[in-house]
Nanobody
C-alpha cells in the first residue's frame, strides 16, 4: 500500500522556521519525483517545491524561492522541506505528493500529474 505521511506542521510567528517531512512507504521511492503542494482557505492548490527522483531537478514556486529548501534521502524514503523566513501568506495545508510515472515535469509542478496524495499538515504563520 502506497503511503505518504507528512509531518512537521504547526504554528510559528512571522520570520520563523519550520521543517516538514514526508515519509514514504509501499513503493520504490527512488523511482519517483516527490513534491510539496499547499492549499490555503479559499485559494487553489499550488505547487510549492518539487524534487526529481535522484534530486537533480528541483522546482520552487517564485513565492518561496530563497526561503524554502527541498531535499530527499532515498535511503530513508523521505523528502524534507525546510521553510525559513515564514510569512503569513505561507499559511496553508501542505501536502506531499508523488509524480505520476512518465508524466512531464511541468504537469507535475502545477499539480496535474500526481498519482498519490498524502494527508496534509497544517502550517499557520501569525503573530
Amino acid at each position: 500500500e502506497v503511503q505518504l505521511q507528512a509531518s512537521g506542521g504547526g504554528w510559528v510567528q512571522p520570520g520563523g522556521s519550520l521543517r516538514l517531512s514526508c515519509a514514504a512507504s509501499g513503493f520504490t521511492f527512488g523511482d519517483y519525483a516527490i513534491g510539496w503542494f499547499r492549499q490555503a482557505p479559499g485559494k487553489e492548490r499550488e505547487g510549492v517545491s518539487c524534487i526529481s527522483s535522484l534530486g537533480g531537478n528541483i522546482y520552487y514556486a517564485d513565492s518561496v524561492k530563497g526561503r524554502f529548501t527541498i531535499s530527499r534521502d532515498n535511503a530513508m524514503s523521505t523528502v524534507s522541506l525546510q521553510m525559513n523566513s515564514l510569512k503569513p501568506e505561507d499559511t496553508a495545508v501542505y501536502y506531499c505528493a508523488r509524480r505520476r510515472y512518465g508524466s512531464t515535469w511541468y504537469r507535475f509542478v502545477v499539480g496535474n500529474a500526481v498519482d498519490f496524495w498524502g494527508k496534509g499538515t497544517q502550517v499557520t504563520v501569525s503573530s
